[in-house]
C-alpha cells in the first residue's frame, strides 16, 4: 500500500495560564493509520526555559526540540487502533505556559519512522532542518516546525511540498509539512522560514516508512513436522517410488516491516525414495502347490517360509507324479 495523506484534526490551543494541551483526532482515521503530532510553547511569560512534557496514553516521544529562547516543540506518534477516543490529554511541568498550541496530522499506509532528526535556531529569519538519509524510495518526508516571537503576524512557511497545518497563537505558531509523495534516497532537509526575525526557532525532520518496504532478501528457514504415511492390503515394489507431497511454501516480491499477522502460502514439495530399505522381523507366506495330473488334482502339503529379504521367489518341490 502506497502511503497517503487522510487529514488533519481541528487544532488545540490556549492563551491563559494551564500545565495542560490537548490532541485532537483527524476525521477519518481508521486502524493502522499513522498520527504525528506537535505540541509547542512559548515559555517566556513563565520564567523561559524548557519544560518536561508527559505524553497522553499511547503516544511515542520521537522529538523534543528547545529553541533556547523560551520556546520549545515536542513531536509524538501512534498507531491508531480499532477503537480511539476523539482526543487525548497531556501535561507540562516547570512552571505553567500561556501561549501553546498543538497540531495532529495523519497518514495511511506507513509502518513507521524509518529515520528523523532535530535542529533548532537563535534570532533570524531562516534556518534549515537536519540532514536526514531516506533509505527507500517509496517513503515519504514530515516536516514539523515552530517558532517564538512576540508576534506572530508573520506566518511560518517552509520550502516543503505541501502544507497541512499552521496554528498562529500569540508569541508561538507550529506549523507541518509533508513531501505529498515519494522523495528520492539519500539525505534530504527542508528550510523554515517567515518574513521577519523571530526569538527562536525549532524543527523536526522526519522519514515515514512505506509499509510495502524494500524486496526481502537472504534466506527463510521453515521447521516442518515430520509426515508419516500408513497402507493396507498388498504392496510390491522393485525400482524406485516417488511421492508428491504438498507442504506450506512462500511467494513473495516484499515482506511488509514490520510484519504483522498470519502469512500463509503453497509450495510443493518432491521427495523420491529410491529401492527400499531392509526387512525388519518376518514375513510369514503360505504357500499351497498345486500340481495338475492327467484326469485328476493333487494338493501338497502347506509349507510356511520365513525369507531373509523383503523380495523372495519361492520354488515348491513337486513330488512324484502318476
Known amino acids: 500500500m502506497a502511503i497517503s495523506f487522510v487529514g488533519t484534526a481541528s487544532w488545540d490551543s490556549a492563551a491563559s495560564s494551564g500545565s495542560s494541551f490537548t490532541l485532537n483526532k483527524p476525521a477519518s482515521v481508521t486502524t493502522g493509520d499513522f498520527l504525528v503530532a ?12 524548557d519544560r518536561t512534557v508527559t505524553n497522553p496514553s499511547g503516544w511515542t516521544t520521537v522529538g523534543h526540540v528547545y529553541g533556547g529562547a523560551n520556546g520549545f516543540i515536542h513531536v509524538m506518534t501512534r498507531t491508531a487502533t480499532a477503537s480511539e477516543p476523539s482526543s487525548w490529554n497531556g501535561s507540562f511541568t516547570g512552571g505553567g505556559t500561556a501561549d501553546r498550541a498543538a497540531i495532529v496530522c495523519a497518514y495511511r499506509g506507513v509502518a513507521g519512522l524509518a529515520v528523523d532528526g532535530e535542529s533548532s535556531t537563535g534570532s533570524a ?14 517513503n515519504w518526508r514530515v516536516v ?11 506566518a511560518i512557511a517552509s520550502n516543503e511540498v505541501a502544507l497541512r497545518d499552521r496554528q498562529p497563537n500569540s508569541n508561538i505558531e507550529p506549523g507541518m509539512w509533508d513531501s505529498n509523495g515519494t522523495v528520492a534516497t539519500g539525505s534530504t532537509s527542508r528550510t523554515v522560514s517567515r518574513g521577519a526575525a523571530w526569538e527562536s526557532a525549532m524543527s523536526w525532520i522526519g522519514i515515514l516508512d512505506n509499509q510495502e518496504g524494500a524486496v526481502a532478501s537472504g534466506s527463510l528457514a521453515v ?53 527400499a530399505s531392509a526387512a525388519r522381523g518376518s514375513l510369514d507366506v503360505l504357500v499351497l502347490p498345486v500340481v495338475d495330473v492327467v484326469g485328476e488334482t493333487r494338493h501338497f502339503g502347506i509349507r510356511t517360509v520365513t525369507p531373509e529379504r523383503e523380495e523372495r521367489i519361492v520354488r515348491p518341490r513337486l513330488g512324484a507324479t502318476d
Do not use: H, R
Not at 506537535?38 to 526555559?49: E, H, L, Q, R
Not at 529569519?125 to 517509496?138: I, R, Y
Not at 504392496?235 to 512462500?250: G, N, Q, R
Open 38 to 49: 506537535v505540541f509547542a510553547a512559548d515559555t517566556f511569560d513563565s520564567g523561559g526555559g
Open 125 to 138: 529569519a531562516s534556518f534549515a532542518t537536519a540532514s536526514v538519509s531516506n533509505p527507500a524510495a517509496t
Open 223 to 275: 521447521d516442518l513436522p515430520l509426515l508419516s504415511a500408513a497402507g493396507s492390503g498388498e504392496l510390491s515394489y522393485s525400482a524406485a517410488m516417488a511421492v508428491s507431497l504438498l507442504m506450506p511454501s512462500m511467494t513473495g516480491a516484499g515482506i511488509a516491516s514490520p510484519p504483522s499477522g498470519t502469512l500463509a502460502v503453497p509450495v510443493v514439495v518432491t521427495v523420491s525414495v529410491v529401492g
Open 144 to 154: 514539523a516546525a515552530a517558532y517564538s516571537s512576540a508576534s506572530t503576524s508573520y
